[in-house]
């Protein structure tokens, strides 16, 4: 492990999967609401800095293009609506080698932008926490290939424009599954 670079960087792609409805509830006189976030192409990069052997820092940024679909009663709507995710992290090759495999654990922010946030005043951001595993493939020089699969975990809950009564919270859980080619920047 000695040969291996102090820092990383990393561009990938992925999916972005979520897991929950942002809103669910039930709205007099309309009936039962439903907000929810759609699968979506995902784009990021990360920074991982190794300061301990197998321990490391990252830091992660990642944005989604996706729509949001608003259903009540017999309609639905469908908007754009991206989500991006920032985050830091602590991370564990738990199988260091040429072939490997880590575990993470952090601190997400997430924020949400377009058109179906447009008249949302709170709630288009969230704090939370951030889990993962990935495999690493080493590849000649001082390149590898990364895979990913990160769930990230927090509250949402929206109050729209001119409406002083916010959506209950739910609990979100997005999936990113992602791809990307490692860069020792060899510092």
Do not use: C
């Not at 052997?53 to 679909?69: H, K, L």
């Amino acid at each position: 492990m000695a040969q291996l670079p102090k820092f990383e960087l990393e561009p990938y792609v992925g999916a972005y999967i979520p897991l929950r409805d942002l809103i669910s509830e039930e709205v007099s006189p309309v009936g039962q609401v439903t907000g929810s976030q759609k699968e979506g192409f995902a784009l990021g990069g990360r920074l991982t800095f190794w300061a301990l052997g197998p321990i490391g820092f990252e830091g992660n940024f990642v944005y989604a293009w996706s729509d949001t679909e608003l259903s009540a009663a017999d309609t639905s709507e469908t908007t754009s609506g991206n989500v991006w995710a920032g985050d830091v992290r602590a991370v564990w090759r738990i199988l260091p080698g040429p072939i490997g495999i880590h575990i993470d654990g952090g601190i997400v922010y997430i924020g949400r932008s377009g058109d179906a946030y447009e008249d949302v005043s709170e709630g288009k951001s969230d704090v939370g926490g951030v889990v993962g595993t990935g495999l690493r493939v080493k590849l000649p020089g001082l390149f590898a290939i990364r895979a990913d699969a990160d769930a990230y975990l927090y509250q949402a809950q929206f109050t729209a424009e001119g409406d002083p009564e916010p959506s209950e919270k739910q609990l979100q859980a997005d999936i990113i599954i992602s791809a990307g080619l490692v860069i020792g920047l060899g510092l």
